[in-house]
């Protein structure tokens, strides 16, 4: 085999390796774009359940969340707020979305999680008796800001409240109780 026909089978396989890597990718692309979004299809089944859709307000970010859940509180008669279950995959896992009926403003923060800020001079392992108690798990702790992260009671709408709401008994072992947070920039 001469040089020039080794030129020639080197160019062939070159260009019938990249019209083959291009007929897969393009196929790969038209599959993609065929499949149904799962997402799609479960918050459609959802708002079909009584879920009310995501409102056109909110960031981009939390509308492409998968709706788990949704009602109001304190009741469907005497409404204040509506409430949204959301799921995602990235690292708030379970999304919680309030909308305040009165003012139309939206509150975003974890939906099975809430922080506490432990009061001074008390360690995290105060908390114990207090998590036993009340049946929390203690997920992360943070020892220098005195910040504990901790589980909810259930995975109802109401539980971020309600979890807040039964740790005020123990009141003397944090400076404040509230809901993880979720801001966007």
Request: aromatic residues 8%.
């Amino acid at each position: 085999m001469g040089k020039m026909d080794r030129i020639f089978v080197y160019i062939m396989g070159f260009v019938l390796g990249s019209l083959l890597v291009a007929a897969i990718m393009n196929r790969r692309e038209i599959r993609e774009e065929k499949r149904v979004d799962p997402w799609v299809t479960h918050n459609a089944a959802a708002v079909e359940a009584g879920a009310e859709p995501l409102p056109e307000g909110m960031p981009e970010v939390i509308q492409i969340g998968k709706i788990l859940d949704f009602g109001t509180l304190p009741s469907a008669a005497d409404a204040q707020t509506k409430v949204w279950h959301l799921n995602f995959d990235e690292s708030y896992p379970y999304v919680r979305v309030v909308e305040d009926l009165s003012t139309g403003e939206f509150s975003y923060m974890a939906a099975d999680q809430i922080l506490i800020e432990l009061a001074d001079g008390v360690d995290v392992t105060a908390l114990k008796i207090m998590l036993d108690e009340l049946g929390l798990r203690l997920r992360m702790f943070n020892r220098k800001d005195q910040i504990a992260v901790v589980g909810v009671l259930s995975t109802q709408i109401d539980a971020v409240p309600a979890t807040i709401e039964a740790l005020q008994p123990y009141a003397e072992l944090f400076r404040t109780v509230g809901p993880d947070v979720i801001e966007f920039k």
